[in-house]
């Protein structure tokens, strides 16, 4: 049997883990530690060095050593160590290959596939720099599962006879995630997710340097130009102060001079209150995202039976009173928080291979984020482009298929563009571009036109955009393949045939016309005081038909057979002019 690792490639520290003897198994790096830190270095003579090593050499030549570079995924951003420049896609690889390189010793064995762990708010551009590295690292990446989702597949795989809701809050290194999800009858299903992917642990640290630099009448971008060893050097003493308050009232800090060397007579004490203090605009942007995941999901805190504590950086004080604040109880942390998403990712492989011990283990998604289309405007005389359309609202439960209509701009308009985007905001400019669909041969006809446009979306991250025109019939598609770029053509091929059975279809099915047609004559027979109740339910049907989503039509429907009847109506599935 093929064997698939899970990865954890996390900002601070990354893990590797594998379905070993019926459980998750995390795999030890060359010092047996199950921690690599996420850092690269490069030597004089060129060579790279990655984990503890690396982050050694970033205390003591800042220069030569980079971290955090999971930030920068998706971006432009670009590294000069000892002459040479290197993205973050490359130095991601660095550290997933070292890892590949533990997990063959630990196993003894070639390992050419693995499941990577991302934020659960990482935009597609940051997926797909994701997938790269691991192929640079010479891996075949068969899935990318979130971060929270993966912990809580650690949690189900362990708990999975229970029943209960349960909130997962992922705090690591540089990222934070929010998901809300259910748990029952062995089935795994995420109801939200939200989330910052520029805010962790780091930024924490971050918030005690510059603190204690201000004190000394520095400002810490200054710092970092003039005198970069003593800022990596009191970098690392705040990050063990900041770990330090987990467990004790007040901690203290030596303070390094411009050479990097500390004075035991020069110190600072920093307690939990004044720490509580310097990082409470961070704690306002941490509870944003819980309470946008608790909105979106349509749950109060009463209905939280376990918030699951995961990463690092929730071992802070600060997380804890802001859990029990927030949900009147203690965060959960029944696994070790730095290992449990690693653990997560190798049950997540055991379910990619079908594995025995994970058989009766069901789970289901969202869609992190919205997508939709660049629509124009109409503002009087005026129309202005560049708006975004909903398609797919964020945290809809994937696969899903869903329509929208839209209307040409002009008169005997004969194209359109559809172009695709993903993101939260207002305008497509601030949001993420995917690709496009031309639209052509549009027949000539005034200016509203209708079009449907439809998106069907699945768990491999495959994206179906139709454009129907019911004025020549005429289909038009394309299949964005961003999130599924490792899939084989085979496996390709046939995730584009199951999109299609996630397609429905209600205003072809001449049943549904019949209905409408039928339904709608009524309305002008019966009395003014039914006419109200009628035409509200032959609405939400015609509604229903447009946004072909299975339930809520199938709501839609029965809801008018019943007002129907309930007036007396008797419709037996043929409209007048069919009878005999």
Excluded at 166 to 194: P, Q
Excluded at 204 to 209: G, L, N, Q, W, Y
Excluded at 222 to 248: F, M
Aim: aromatic share 6%; glycine share 6%.
């Amino acid at each position: 049997m093929e064997t698939i690792i899970g990865i954890d490639l996390g900002t601070t520290n990354s893990l590797c883990s594998v379905f070993q003897d019926g459980k998750p198994v995390l795999i030890p790096n060359p010092h047996g530690s199950m921690l690599t830190p996420s850092v690269v270095a490069i030597l004089d003579d060129g060579r790279v060095v990655v984990g503890q090593a690396a982050r050694e050499l970033q205390v003591t030549r800042p220069e030569a050593a980079v971290a955090c570079f999971k930030r920068w995924m998706g971006t432009d951003h670009k590294v000069s160590l000892q002459g040479k420049s290197f993205t973050p896609v490359e130095l991601s690889s660095f550290v997933l290959k070292a890892l590949k390189e533990d997990a063959e010793a630990f196993l003894k064995k070639p390992i050419e596939a693995a499941v990577i762990t991302v934020p659960a708010y990482f935009n597609d551009h940051q997926r797909k720099a994701t997938k790269q590295a691991g192929e640079m690292a010479g891996l075949k990446v068969r899935r990318i599962i979130n971060e929270p989702t993966a912990a809580a597949l650690t949690y189900g795989f362990h708990d999975r006879n229970a029943e209960k809701m349960i909130l997962v809050v992922d705090l690591g290194g540089g990222t934070f995630d929010v998901t809300l999800m259910e748990i029952f009858e062995g089935t795994l299903e995420i109801v939200s997710t939200a989330g910052e992917s520029m805010l962790g642990g780091e930024d924490f640290t971050d918030r005690i340097v510059a603190t204690v630099l201000k004190k000394e009448g520095l400002a810490l971008e200054v710092a970092e130009v003039r005198s970069p060893l003593r800022v990596s050097r009191l970098r690392q003493e705040c990050e063990l102060a900041k770990r330090g308050l987990a467990t004790e009232s007040t901690v203290r800090i030596r303070l390094p001079d411009d050479h990097g060397t500390y004075d035991e007579s020069r110190a600072v004490k920093l307690d939990r209150a004044a720490f509580a203090k310097i990082v409470e605009p961070l704690m306002e942007r941490i509870k944003r995202p819980i309470t946008r995941a608790m909105q979106d999901g349509q749950r109060e805190a009463k209905e939280i039976d376990e918030v699951i504590l995961v990463g690092g950086a929730t071992r802070m004080s600060v997380m804890q009173e802001c859990v029990q604040q927030i949900f009147g109880k203690q965060g959960l942390i029944k696994y070790n928080p730095d290992e449990v998403v690693a653990l997560g990712a190798a049950v997540q492989a055991a379910l990619i291979l079908d594995h025995a011990d994970v058989r009766e283990m069901v789970m289901t998604d969202v869609c992190p984020f919205t997508l939709g289309i660049s629509i124009a405007k109409e503002f009087g005389t005026r129309i202005e482009s560049g708006y975004f359309n909903p398609i797919i609202h964020r945290n809809t439960t994937i696969p899903v298929s869903r329509e929208e209509v839209v209307c040409t701009l002009i008169d005997n308009q004969p194209e359109i563009i559809v172009k695709v985007y993903q993101g939260e905001a207002r305008k497509v400019v601030d949001n993420v571009f995917l690709g496009e669909l031309q639209v052509k041969d549009i027949p000539r006809q005034p200016a509203g036109a209708e079009i449907m446009i439809r998106f069907t979306y699945d768990l491999n991250g495959l994206l179906e955009v139709e454009a129907y025109v019911p004025s020549s019939n005429r289909k038009f598609s394309t299949v964005l393949t961003n999130h599924a770029a490792t899939l084989s053509k085979f496996e390709l091929e046939q995730a584009i045939r199951n999109l299609q059975r996630l397609k429905f279809y209600p205003r072809d099915d001449l049943e549904n016309q019949r209905l409408l047609r039928y339904a709608e004559r009524m309305v002008g027979e019966v009395n003014r005081f039914q006419r109200e109740q009628l035409e509200y339910a032959v609405d939400r049907f015609l509604n229903a038909m447009v946004d072909s989503e299975r339930e809520s039509f199938a709501s839609a429907r029965q809801d008018l057979l019943i007002t129907l009847e309930q007036l007396g109506i008797s419709y037996d599935g043929q409209s007048e002019d069919e009878k005999p």
